[in-house]
């Protein structure tokens, strides 16, 4: 039966074609699909942020008291982070966690346990809290890190990892998370590219290192800089080296490892209230199992001017004005993209990108040519609230999707860096993590 509340727009009728289409979503069909399931306990396994669970939906890690900050860790001690992600399963799992210390390139450490987990190795997982008022049920889990039960007690890359019962292979999902501690100082800064062709179109970050108070022997075998923007991992810049060297002091120069293409600002919808239809939503109307949403036709920005707008840098932030922001009382809703075209685009696939997808190109979120209609096309199962995304192009063969071939480049888009020195300790064997820097292209 269609929903009790009253519909806005216009009222689709109920075909079986859209009973099958919707079922599908939630039956898992929004998930990251078995293709994206990386084999679990692998030597040297890559630790990445992968969902395991066909029914695990919306995925958040943050700061605690602060839902659009990065999962990022004082040492010394601040604020907890917090894991929070829905069910929708109707059964509550017996769930466990633990921390797994990483290298800079994510795979796990030497350390054991016990030399950086002060407290229990694992430990359960809260029991789910139910959602209310919503036309999907879901469980919602809420984990908080560090706890009284378990805390990091070195410096580094982590993985958080929830596994079912006692068995560490049986995986729900994996997140990065990051511990640190301000021992380097790093000065960054956004400059204009040397090269006059690419000015227009991308940013450059400048680096300088200090490292007073610390022994760093061999400063290019011992000292990893990572530099990312919007906390994209997928295209994390490594391999960074400094072209002088003085006296605890390294200087990059404009490395050609840190050149961005700066892209555009994300696109994005407002869903935060299901009565009203806001600017670039087309329709809100009764399916026959949830509500669906129409966004309006979108379309290439890839020759347009630069237009300055509001946006969370690819973020989603889930809310329900209704019940006063509480995660519980936001529901689901099937939303529709499309991308009209005069071609599709060949040797290559298009997908919908952001915090909705992961920041991945998961096949849940992979676009469809209607040859028809001349439009790429997805509708995809997607939480309420204000969402980001954007159209990236995935070509063949490449690991790194392409954001700017339909969003289009320019050096005066707003985004966030992070700067991420890791000094090799050689009494722990392992890479710690002893400076962060957060740089905005505006604010410095």
């Known amino acids: 039966m269609p929903p009790s509340r009253h519909a806005i727009g216009y009222l689709r009728p109920v075909t079986l074609s859209s009973i099958v289409r919707i079922g599908a979503l939630l039956l898992g069909n929004a998930w990251a699909g078995a293709s994206s399931i990386a084999a679990a306990g692998e030597p040297d396994e890559l630790y990445l942020d992968r969902t395991y669970s066909r029914t695990v939906h919306t ?4 700061k605690k008291g602060f839902e659009l900050a990065p999962p990022v860790l004082d040492l010394a001690g601040q604020e907890p982070l917090v894991l929070r992600w829905d069910d929708l399963q109707g059964n509550t799992e017996n769930l466990s966690y633990t921390i797994v210390h990483c290298g800079a390139d994510w795979r796990a450490s030497d350390l054991m346990t016990a030399q950086y987990i002060q407290g229990s190795p694992f430990d359960a997982v809260p029991p789910p809290a139910a ?24 410096s580094g890359n982590y993985v958080l990892k929830i596994f079912r019962g006692s068995d560490q292979e049986d995986l729900v999902l994996t997140r990065r998370f990051l511990v640190f501690e301000q021992r380097v100082q790093i000065e960054a800064r956004m400059l204009a590219s040397r090269d006059v062709e690419l000015r227009n179109t991308t940013q450059h970050i400048d680096l300088t290192l200090r490292y007073p108070g610390i022994n760093i022997q061999d400063p290019f075998g011992d000292l990893k800089v990572v530099v990312l923007q919007n906390m994209r991992w997928d295209d994390a810049r490594t391999d960074l080296k400094p072209k002088f060297i003085r006296d605890r002091e390294l200087v990059y120069d404009l490395p050609p490892q840190t050149l961005f293409q700066g892209g555009n600002e994300w696109r994005n919808y407002d869903l935060k209230d299901l009565r009203y239809a806001t600017m670039r939503i087309a329709s809100i109307h009764a399916g026959p199992v949830l509500y669906e949403v129409d966004l309006l036709p979108d379309a290439s920005r890839a020759i347009k001017v630069y237009f300055d707008q509001p946006d969370l840098n690819g973020k989603m932030l889930v809310r329900n004005d209704d019940v006063d922001g509480d995660p519980l009382g936001a529901d689901y809703n099937p939303v529709h993209f499309t991308l009209p075209m005069a071609d599709p685009m060949p040797a290559g696939e298009l997908y919908v990108y952001g915090s909705l997808s992961d920041l991945q190109c998961k096949e849940a979120f992979r676009m469809t040519w209607n040859a028809e209609r001349k439009y790429y096309e997805l509708t995809a199962l997607v939480k309420q609230g204000f969402v980001d995304y954007c159209f990236a192009w995935l070509p063949e063969g490449a690991a790194v999707p392409d954001l700017t071939r339909l969003e289009g480049s320019h050096f005066q888009t707003e985004n966030d860096y992070v700067v991420l020195t890791y000094v090799r300790d050689h009494t722990l064997r392992c890479e710690r993590l002893m400076g962060v820097r957060f740089l905005n292209t505006r604010r410095g």
């Open 131 to 154: 959602s209310f008022n919503t036309l999907q049920s879901f469980l919602e889990y809420e984990l908080e890190v560090p706890n009284a039960q378990m805390r990091p007690t070195v």
């Open 59 to 62: 995925v958040q890690f943050f």
